[in-house]
């Protein structure tokens, strides 16, 4: 329950799946909660809800494309908690990667650029206008949310697996600067996870039986995320660092789920 008591937690995209699951399972141990993202109104219901459960919660709008945008979430966050000890940074269009996102032979540059400034440019000025106001506290941690598609190929997606490829790359540079000055920087690499946009590929039944015959344990659902993302915002983790952290539910661990006594015919 207290896990996280006297923490602030800065979550971005809060205000849906995963970012959703974050704020919930963060204000319940005892984190009080900044619910940034796009989306005025689902930002502002999700931390109305954390309020309702009887603990402290803002929701601020956040375009983390764009600079200016950026920097008033964190001064809005300052303003009202005084610090930021938790990043968990979620924000993502997932319809425009879901619809936009080609083989790279077929991907437009306007819809690469539009990508890689949502998720990697994104990234990089959340966690650099956050990163520095840890630094001054000299403690801090940034949980960003990257894919097992950064770790194996995925055809159709190259904008978003180069840029939370870069996500990933970054998360080892940044934590390799900041962690010697107090702040840790850790991302996780989720399998498919049932998110509301995600969960229309599971209506389709041939779509469920691809997606769960590429999980060991099923599909993972974003409290399941969230669970971590709180042990990596709390003490506990308090020297876990640089590290890619795959939770998958087994999709990296095998080549494919086959019956090895009939391919082997043993
Ligand atoms: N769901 C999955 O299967 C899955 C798998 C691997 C990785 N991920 C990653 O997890 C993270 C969360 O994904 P999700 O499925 O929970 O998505 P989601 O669509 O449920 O939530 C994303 C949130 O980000 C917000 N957002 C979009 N553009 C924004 C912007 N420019 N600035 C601020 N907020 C913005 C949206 O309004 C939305 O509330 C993403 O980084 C995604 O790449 C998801």
């Known amino acids: 329950m207290d896990r996280l008591r006297d923490k602030v937690a800065l979550i971005t995209g809060g205000a849906s799946g995963i970012g959703r699951a974050g704020c919930l399972a963060m204000a319940a141990e005892g984190a009080r909660i900044v619910v940034a993202d796009i989306a005025a109104d689902r930002a502002e219901a999700v931390a109305a809800d954390i309020r309702e459960a009887g603990c402290e919660a803002i929701a601020v709008t956040c375009d983390v494309r764009d600079s200016a945008s950026v920097q008033a979430m964190v001064a809005a966050s300052l303003a009202r908690f005084g610090r930021i000890d938790v990043l968990f ?110 969960s229309d590929f599971l209506d389709d039944e041939q779509g469920r039986a691809a997606i769960e015959s590429l999980h060991l344990m099923g599909v993972m659902e974003p409290e399941e995320i969230a669970a971590f993302a709180v042990f990596l915002a709390s003490d506990e983790a308090r020297r876990m660092t640089g590290g890619i952290h795959v939770a998958d539910s087994g999709y990296t661990a095998f080549k494919a789920n086959i019956d090895p006594d009939a391919v082997f015919k043993r």
């Open 89 to 198: 940074h979620n924000a993502v269009s997932v319809p425009l990667v879901n619809k936009m996102d080609r083989r790279i032979t077929e991907l437009p540059e306007e819809t690469w650029h539009a990508i890689v400034g949502l998720v990697l440019t994104g990234t990089f000025l959340t966690a650099k206008y956050v990163a520095q106001k840890m630094l001054e506290q000299r403690s801090g941690s940034i949980i960003l949310t990257a894919t097992i598609d950064a770790l194996v190929g995925q055809s159709g997606l190259d904008a978003y697996t180069a840029a939370k490829g870069g996500v990933v790359s970054m998360t080892r540079s940044m934590a390799a600067g900041l962690s010697p000055e107090g702040v840790r920087v850790n991302a996780i690499c989720p399998g498919f996870v049932r998110t509301p946009h995600q």
